[in-house]
């Protein structure tokens, strides 16, 4: 089979992430990881690549040395699709770049560090007609898939409340001590952006609430915390939102919500029912309405729907992870690279980056502005 050719740029042995994607494009047999710059540190860079099994004639000192290289090679030999998996301030330069030179790219969130280095990429994007993925890695549970086509089927009616929460607690142990917070990139303005907690994790419960529901949050009001003057970005927020006057819901996102892990909860209220799911028991939906008993669905049964059921390689009973959820996202993209037939949202796209950096600049503005309703309309 003629595997896709996969480039990785960061995500080294020193990173969170990086085992995340990994994993996930082996998963389907649809990629080889084929070569890329996995850490700014020469050495490191070629032990870890050695420790992987990739090919180290294929790993570059750093990214301008993979472009130049890279473009060298037959296009039918050339890494096709780049995974960007730096801290923030890297994504656009790297994307950038990537798409200028004929490359498919597959981002992390934030998609970049402003909305209008997005709205940049969106052009660019278009004008060379490329993939381009955003890892919003909670669209890739069967259970989330399932989700979103019954909500598009009508199941829950028509919607009137959207709760998405995300709590983490990671923060606390660091932020209350002002010499190690200075060693966290997520709390440094340079690297991370305008946000941190919004960027970081409230970017993806906005992602959610209009990858679930179709529909796009017109208006948002923010509140932040950064505890400390000398701490500029926030560390918890809590933002309404409003889909249309009779359409309203909440975003709560948190790092200093001590003692959580990676608590991502999701409820969406339709007139005939509605769906709760929790990310740390993502094989669980529930289905609640005024007049049966609450159902638990799961994966791997008949009765889910087929887009679920695509990102399901085992019977029901074996629990479909985070690792699944990221495979799926791969899986999607590799069928799009291969012009394959697909299902509605396989993979988070450009314009799901670009709503996401609208929402971080929107939310950053509500709150500098004294907590007041803004607009989020694309310009
Ligand atoms: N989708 C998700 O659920 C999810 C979860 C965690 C992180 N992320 C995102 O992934 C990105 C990375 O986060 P992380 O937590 O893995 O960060 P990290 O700090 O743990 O790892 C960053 C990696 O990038 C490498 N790197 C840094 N500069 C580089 C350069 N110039 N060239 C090549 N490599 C370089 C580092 O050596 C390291 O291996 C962030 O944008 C973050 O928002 C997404």
């Known amino acids: 089979m003629n595997k896709i050719k996969l480039g990785i740029l960061g995500g080294g042995g020193d990173s969170l992430i990086g085992v995340l994607h990994r994993v996930a494009?082996?998963?389907?047999?649809r990629y080889e990881i084929t070569g890329g710059v996995?850490?700014?540190?020469?050495?490191?860079?070629?032990?870890?690549?050695?420790?992987?099994?990739?090919n180290t004639g294929r790993v570059y000192d750093d990214f301008d040395t993979f472009i130049e290289e890279e473009t060298k090679i037959p296009i039918e030999d050339r890494i096709e699709v780049v995974s960007v998996l730096t801290p923030n301030f890297l994504h656009f330069p790297m994307a950038k770049k990537l798409l200028e030179n004929g490359f498919h790219v597959i981002c992390e969130k934030p998609l970049t560090t402003s909305y209008n280095e997005a709205l940049e990429l969106e052009s660019l994007q278009k004008q060379h007609e490329a993939i381009f993925a955003v890892t919003y890695t909670y669209t890739g549970y069967p259970m989330v898939r399932h989700m979103k086509h019954m909500i598009a089927k009508g199941e829950l009616g028509e919607i009137q409340k959207v709760d998405v929460q995300y709590y983490q607690g990671w923060i606390n142990p660091v932020i209350h001590d002002p010499e190690v917070r200075k060693t966290v990139w997520r709390l440094d303005p340079k690297k991370a952006g305008i946000s941190s907690c919004i960027g970081?994790?409230?970017?993806?419960?906005?992602?959610?609430?209009?990858?679930?529901?179709?529909?796009?949050?017109?208006?948002?009001?923010?509140?932040?915390?950064?505890?400390?003057?000398?701490?500029?970005?926030?560390?918890d927020g809590t933002v309404l939102i409003r889909f249309s006057k009779t359409v309203k819901g909440v975003i709560r996102a948190s790092q200093i919500a001590t003692g959580e892990e990676n608590g991502l909860t999701v409820a969406i209220y339709g007139k005939k029912g509605a769906f709760k799911w929790e990310q740390e028991n993502p094989n669980i939906l529930y289905h609640i309405t005024d007049d049966k008993p609450k159902s638990i669905i799961k994966p791997g049964h008949a009765f889910v729907s087929d887009v679920a059921n695509d990102g399901t390689k085992l019977?029901?009973?074996?629990?479909?992870?985070?690792?699944?959820?990221?495979?799926?996202?791969?899986?999607?993209?590799?069928?799009?690279?291969?012009?394959?037939?697909?299902?509605?949202?396989?993979?988070?796209?450009?314009?799901?980056?670009?709503?996401?950096?609208?929402?971080?600049?929107?939310?950053?503005?509500?709150?500098?502005?004294?907590?007041?309703?803004?607009?989020l309309d694309n310009q």
Do not use: C
């Open 25 to 29: 494009s082996n998963m389907y047999d």
């Open 38 to 54: 996995f850490n700014p540190n020469y050495d490191e860079n070629i032990s870890f690549a050695k420790k992987i099994g990739v």
């Open 200 to 235: 970081d994790i409230g970017t993806h419960a906005f992602q959610m609430t209009e990858y679930l529901t179709g529909m796009e949050v017109k208006s948002i009001l923010s509140d932040l915390n950064m505890l400390y003057d000398d701490n500029s970005l926030d560390l």
């Open 315 to 375: 019977p029901g009973g074996h629990p479909e992870g985070i690792f699944d959820a990221m495979g799926n996202i791969y899986k999607g993209v590799a069928k799009a690279l291969r012009s394959e037939n697909a299902f509605d949202g396989e993979y988070p796209n450009m314009n799901d980056g670009v709503r996401g950096m609208l929402f971080i600049e929107k939310v950053v503005e509500s709150n500098k502005n004294g907590n007041v309703w803004v607009h």
